[in-house]
């Protein structure tokens, strides 16, 4: 069983939208698992494929300990907006938002500003690739939910526009 990125991407989105809190996958030579933070389970030791004449004496394998990490930050969640007729420009996947193209040039869009389909609003950036984000609706963009080089959820709210 092969599992590409993309795939391994939409898996993990998948996994953080439910109310699962592990998730082991196995392959003839690979074993994966997906926790998500806060949930305890035991730790095993890696799979190793080996062929027949390569098996060791029963030796006894230690397993692996659990790698150290801070737990995650959640975002602030922004609150929902008291008009209703706002439409939200959410992020399309996890990454770094930047509002300008480059530090020392001007932002894409600021608050009052009218939008169109397919403008630039701002670039997420993921894995040392800048993504520049266009808009699907237009309107005047009401809020900006985000700061600037803050890092974002997939289908986090980054801006609100009135049509």
């Given amino acids: 069983m092969e599992l590409n990125f993309s795939e391994l991407r939409e898996l993990v989105t998948t996994l953080s939208q439910t109310d699962i ?5 196995k392959g003839a030579d690979f074993e994966l698992t997906l926790r998500k ?11 190793v494929a080996m062929s027949s004449q390569e098996q060791p004496a029963a030796a006894p394998v230690a397993p692996m300990p659990a790698p150290e990490t801070a737990p995650a930050a959640t975002p602030p969640t922004p609150p ?3 008009d209703s007729n706002l439409l939200e420009i959410t992020s399309p996947m996890v990454g770094t938002f930047y509002r300008a193209p480059a530090p020392e040039e001007p932002s ?3 608050i009052g500003d009218r939008i169109q389909t397919g403008q630039t609003v701002c670039i997420i950036e993921a894995m040392k690739l800048m993504n520049e984000l266009e808009a699907e ?7 900006i939910l985000v700061e600037n080089a803050q890092p974002v959820e997939f289908g986090q709210p980054l801006m609100r526009v009135k049509p």
């Fill in 80 to 82: 929902p907006s008291a």
């Fill in 137 to 143: 609706v237009s309107g005047e963009v009401v809020e």
């Fill in 21 to 25: 809190s592990e998730l082991i996958l």
């Fill in 37 to 47: 933070q806060g949930a305890i389970a035991p730790v095993s030791a890696p799979m």
């Fill in 108 to 110: 894409f869009v600021e």
